[in-house]
T-cell receptor, first 114, second 109 residues
Framework: KAGVTQTPRYLIKTRGQQVTLSCSPI?????VSWYQQTPGQGLQFLFE???????NKGNFPGRFSGRQFSNSRSEMNVSTLELGDSALYLC?????????????FGSGTRLTVV | AQRVTQPEKLLSVFKGAPVELKCNYSYSGSPELFWYVQYSRQRLQLLLRHISRESIKGFTADLNKGETSFHLKKPFAQEEDSAMYYC???????????FGGGTRVLVKP
């Protein structure tokens, strides 16, 4: 079966712009989470969605937002981009949030802010 | 607050030697612990979960609640084990994971 699909794979944006990243989970997976990976901070939790509802949110400013659609696909948006937002953004899906079987990760979207 | 510490950024071992990756955590509740691995140019993938007590690719990890540790071990390292390894802590219910900083393992021939 298809894995977690993230689009686009690479993005270059200018400071001040906004960006939307997309994630399609594994078929049947209803929980989608987003992580930011940087060399300095490592892997940091952004947010988690289940049944179109945000269940958890990490310690990121309000410029970072997300949503989940009825087909479980998810998008995350970053507004007013800053240089420090340059990172690999990983999406992960799992069956549900009530049992922690572990995630399946996508390949990520590498965002570069110039 | 949840925290995961992987004290070694780099572990270099020879093929056939034992390897142990350290992971310590702080969490006041009932933890769920995982090891994830990222091979070169591949996506992050789940290696093992403490609740399943399984052995994957020869790796095992034991949860020691007294020492708040979840060290990953393999008795005989192989070159294909060279990768980045992340220890992660989750809640008993819920999918927010806190990751350690990662340990890069290099297995030399």
């Amino acid at each position: 079966k298809a894995g977690v699909t993230q689009t686009p794979r690479y993005l270059i944006k200018t400071r001040g712009q906004q960006v939307t990243l997309s994630c399609s989970p594994i078929s049947g997976h209803r929980s989608v989470s987003w992580y930011q990976q940087t060399p300095g901070q490592g892997l940091q939790f952004l947010f988690e969605y289940f049944s179109e509802t945000q269940r958890n949110k990490g310690n990121f400013p309000g410029r970072f937002s997300g949503r989940q659609f009825s087909n479980s696909r998810s998008e995350m948006n970053v507004s007013t981009l800053e240089l420090g937002d340059s990172a690999l953004y990983l999406c992960a899906s799992s069956l549900s949030p009530t049992e922690n079987y572990g995630y399946t990760f996508g390949s990520g979207t590498r965002l570069t802010v110039v | 607050a949840q925290r995961v510490t992987q004290p070694e950024k780099l572990l270099s071992v020879f093929k056939g030697a034992p390897v142990e990756l350290k992971c310590n955590y702080s969490y006041s509740g009932s933890p769920e612990l995982f090891w994830y691995v990222q091979y070169s140019r591949q996506r992050l993938q789940l290696l093992l979960r403490h609740i399943s007590r399984e052995s994957i690719k020869g790796f095992t990890a034991d949860l020691n609640k007294g020492e708040t540790s979840f060290h990953l071990k393999k008795p005989f390292a192989q070159e294909e084990d060279s990768a980045m390894y992340y220890c992660a802590l989750g809640k008993a219910a819920g999918n927010k994971l806190t990751f350690g900083g990662g340990t890069r393992v290099l297995v030399k021939p």
